[in-house]
């Protein structure tokens, strides 16, 4: 409770009577007054409760270790249009090194800042560390893989597949480093059941196309749509 005290008392600066919106990683969401507040506790009573709607897709992004910051931007930008889960992966021409577990609860804190700054009802979550082949072998339903070859095939034309509507309700994307994925990583892929796609004309970054190709899925499904919450009043 303490991180969350101080937000409530120091950084936002409430009183007693105020009313703040609190999340139960259910997708419930509540309107709460507060009644009295400590210096390591807060209590309040409930006003009312609302139900805030996920995405109905569940992407799972494994996306490659990246230098620098752009892992983070990856998954604070992907939390907030609504991927599901993070894996992290190192594959062959991985520059960052494997992050330690304090590198890890930055990650953590980053999803959960993100997810409660968009209004997200559950917060994604992230999965260990796994090598490429680990990643392949272990995904399930439809998984994707971002690739620029001339094998790959457009995504739109397959999410309207009617393979693909079978297993629309939950996605795997995979997305490699900085120098893109190694010619035998896709063919390891391809063995595994990956279908490499195309993202279109132009050469995206590797912090940018897990970004570009979750929103196309979840647009092309419906899930950037308007919500409509389901009040629950208690």
Not at 64 to 78: D, I, P, S, T
Not at 89 to 107: F, I
Not at 181 to 199: D, H, K, M, W
Request: with cysteine; net charge negative.
């Amino acid at each position: 409770m303490g991180k969350q005290v101080h937000q409530l008392k120091d950084v936002l600066r409430l009183h007693v009577g105020d009313h703040i919106a609190v999340l139960d990683n259910t997708g419930g969401e509540y309107e709460v007054e507060i009644i009295e507040m400590s210096r390591d506790h807060v209590t309040g009573v409930i006003y009312s409760k609302r139900y805030i709607e996920e995405p109905k897709t569940k992407v799972t992004l494994y996306q490659a270790l990246l230098k620098g910051n752009n892992f983070e931007l990856v998954l604070q930008k992907c939390t907030e249009i609504g991927v599901s889960s993070f894996v992290p992966v190192l594959c062959e021409r991985c520059v960052a090194r494997t992050p330690d577990d304090k590198k890890q609860e930055r990650w953590r804190k980053i999803i959960a800042e993100a997810a409660e700054q968009s209004g997200r009802g559950k917060l994604p979550t992230l999965e260990p560390v796994l090598d490429f082949k680990q990643s392949c072998q272990t995904a399930t339903n439809l998984s994707l893989l971002a690739w620029e070859g001339e094998a790959a095939s457009d995504l739109r034309p397959l999410l309207q597949s009617e393979a693909a509507s079978i297993t629309r309700h939950s996605i795997n994307l995979f997305v490699g480093p900085e120098g893109g994925f190694s010619p035998a990583e896709v063919e390891f892929a391809q063995r595994c059941g990956i279908i490499p796609i195309t993202l279109g004309k132009r050469v995206l970054r590797a912090e940018t196309a897990g970004l570009v190709a979750a929103t196309a899925i979840l647009y092309e499904y419906g899930d950037l749509s308007h919500p409509s919450p389901v009040d629950k009043d208690s």
